[in-house]
């Protein structure tokens, strides 16, 4: 037997969210309404009394919820306030930690999935021994159909999907994250179940996804700005030991050259020193981060200058023949470190910008659009 239900979410709250563990802490108003047509009374209170469903497979049941039922006709209205901590919001797969590869610039999903559980009538027994289950269906809007739905746009369907999902104004206390509202969507996967006689489609489950960028406002002051700044000193200890001060196989040159490397490995002992407290920093999750790639990037940088340094240093017991050779190893380290230096530069403009316009757009919706009413008032 399929009963039809809908259901909407209001998030009260947003916070603590751990990268590490996948988890954030929720509060929430699950508003569900159930149809229960022409059934007996009998068997709608039993069904009614043994309403089950699943937050992110863990299982409540509504009975033993301080819940706010009422009946309208054939149709049961309940609201139920959950406050869930340390909620997993992964898609499933809890090592998969993908997500965070962006890190400073990255963006997750917390995903909610609400369930409804089968039930087996078993008190009333003119259907005892039938399963019930709930066909949980998506919200049309007014005289809309699946067709309609198909064919309107962005903000039709954002406006559309906040009555089933909706936020109080006060909702995003993440401290390092903003909610990006304009790519929340609410979809209804279904199921296949088959007997001896038929098969058929039907969807129990609503997922809710909830976007959230990170602010790298923090990470811009602390780690890549520094890192630059290190950088340009690699490159800049590139030039000791040149000059007409320093012809080429001198002691002034051995001396000079001396000096580069101790401030190579200086620069280098600082750069690991720097990856440990950056690595504090970033979400201990076992993937490379954009910032993994920063740092070590900068870290090749010190090293290619340092094998620069000792074989043009050390090149001179070979003659003067290997000035030439000396030169372009000059020239082609350059590049090198320039190039290095240039990644990073440009790929931390291109995802700042990128995050700049994302505010932009999450600014301009909330401005707009965001308001405390809720799907509790419109369900």
């Known amino acids: 037997m399929m009963l039809p239900c809908y259901s909407a979410v209001v998030i009260k709250s947003l916070r603590n969210l751990d990268e590490m563990a996948q988890t954030v802490d929720l509060s929430i108003t699950l508003v569900l309404r159930i149809d229960y047509g022409e059934l007996p009374h009998e068997m709608k209170d039993e069904l009614t009394s043994n309403i089950k469903f699943r937050i992110n497979e863990t299982e409540h049941r509504l009975a033993n919820l301080v819940a706010e039922p009422k009946w309208v006709g054939n149709i049961f209205f309940s609201t139920v306030r959950f406050d869930l901590r340390a909620l997993l919001f992964g898609d499933g797969e809890p090592e998969d930690y ?100 038929m098969t058929f489609y039907y969807s129990p489950l609503v997922e809710y996804k909830i976007p959230v960028f990170r602010h790298p406002g923090s990470a811009m002051r602390t780690m890549i700005f520094p890192l630059l700044v290190t950088n340009l000193g690699t490159m800049t200890t590139l030039l000791v030991g040149y000059g007409d001060a320093f012809p080429y196989g001198s002691q002034a040159t ?114 707009s659009h965001l308001s405390s009413t809720s799907a509790v008032s419109t369900t």
């Open 98 to 197: 993908h997500v965070w590869k962006e890190f400073p610039f990255d963006c997750p999903d917390l995903n909610l999935r609400i369930e409804m559980t089968s039930v087996t009538i078993k008190a009333f027994k003119a259907y005892k021994g039938w399963k019930v289950r709930y066909n949980v269906h998506e919200y049309y809007g007014p005289g809309g159909d699946r067709e309609s739905v198909h064919s309107e746009n962005a903000v039709e369907r954002q406006r559309r999907q906040r009555l089933m999902l909706s936020f109080k104004k006060s909702a995003d206390t993440l401290a390092s994250f903003d909610i990006y509202h304009t790519d929340i969507q609410v979809t209804f996967p279904s199921e296949e179940k088959r007997t001896d006689k």
């Open 254 to 367: 051995e001396d000079a050259f001396n000096a580069r490397v101790n401030a190579l490995v200086t620069i280098l002992i600082a750069l690991f020193a720097f990856l440990t407290f950056a690595r504090s920093k970033l979400p201990d999750v076992p993937v490379t981060t954009i910032m993994d790639r920063y740092i070590f990037a900068s870290v090749a940088m010190t090293c290619v200058a340092l094998i620069q340094t000792l074989l043009t240093c050390k090149g001179s017991v070979w003659g003067a023949g290997f000035k030439p050779v000396s030169d372009a190893m000059l020239y082609i380290t350059w590049i090198l470190v320039v190039a290095m230096q240039m990644y990073i530069v440009i790929t931390v403009s291109l995802k700042y910008r990128t995050y700049l316009r994302t505010v932009q757009e999450a600014g301009a919706y909330t401005r």
